[in-house]
């Protein structure tokens, strides 16, 4: 007997109810996708979700990055990270 390739589209058919994204991680992709997006914007959206907001100071702080002192500010953490980095961050989150 041969088992039916599932596909995405039969899985999401059977799914009777998929949790939504966090509004917040929505504005956050959407200011940084936006081409007058700003850290200062991404910043705004990410301090209404406390789990984003420390994923996002937390690798900032990561010695992958080697920054001298320690990032506090999300503004700061953003301008770190880059636009596309926080905008993966919201995207996983």
């Known amino acids: 007997m041969v088992s039916p390739t599932l596909t995405i589209e039969s899985l999401v058919g059977k799914t009777d109810d998929l949790p939504s994204m966090p509004e917040a991680a929505l504005a956050v992709m959407r200011e940084a996708d936006s081409a007058t997006g700003s850290a200062q914007g991404v910043a705004t959206h990410l301090s209404r979700d406390q ?3 420390a994923r996002v100071l937390r690798l900032a702080n990561s010695p992958f990055y080697g920054l001298t002192g320690e990032v506090v500010d999300l503004q700061q953490g953003v301008v770190v990270l880059g636009m ?5 961050l919201a995207v996983v989150a």
Not at 84 to 88: A, E, L, Q, T, Y
């Open 84 to 88: 596309r980095c926080v905008r993966n």
């Open 51 to 53: 789990s984003l907001s």
